[in-house]
Nanobody, 128 residues
Framework: QVQLVESGGGLVQAGGSLRLSCSAS????????MGWFRQAPGKEREFVAG????????YYADSVKGRFTISRDNAKNTVNLQMNSLKPEDTAVYYC?????????????????????WGQGTQVTVSS
């Protein structure tokens, strides 16, 4: 079992920044990939960013590339999402997700079905 808790959401003006954090407990955090997804009202959950178990491989949705940065600290069991140059269309509930099924691999995981555990989500609202 893996438990995930997100924090850091809030209200920000367009062009501003926020940093989301996800704290993990349970199975060996340092061995599996992690990801961030988001879901806006009336829309499907979409991939935002992913990171391999080593932290060396990161990948992003085209819509956030160059503005968002995913990172992880395996010593602290945390994964972060630094969001800069925020836009109103970034408004959504953001979810942290874990994929222990892919432990030790460098697979690029971009769909919700590939992740086995989810946090409760944190709201990010960007005003224009």
């Amino acid at each position: 079992q893996v438990q995930l808790v997100e924090s850091g959401g809030g209200l920000v003006q367009a062009g501003g920044s926020l940093r989301l954090s996800c704290s993990a407990s349970g199975r060996t955090f340092s061995s599996y990939p992690m990801g961030w997804f988001r879901q806006a009202p009336g829309k499907e959950r979409e991939f935002v960013a992913g990171i391999a178990w080593t932290g060396g491989n990161t990948y992003y949705a085209d819509s956030v590339k160059g503005r968002f940065t995913i990172s992880r600290d395996n010593a602290k069991n945390t994964v972060n999402l630094q969001m800069n140059s925020l836009k109103p269309e970034d408004t959504a509930v953001y979810y942290c997700a874990a994929a222990p099924r892919y432990s030790g691999t460098y697979t690029y995981l971009r769909t919700p079905q590939e992740y086995q555990y989810w946090g409760q989500g944190t709201q990010v609202t960007v005003s224009s």
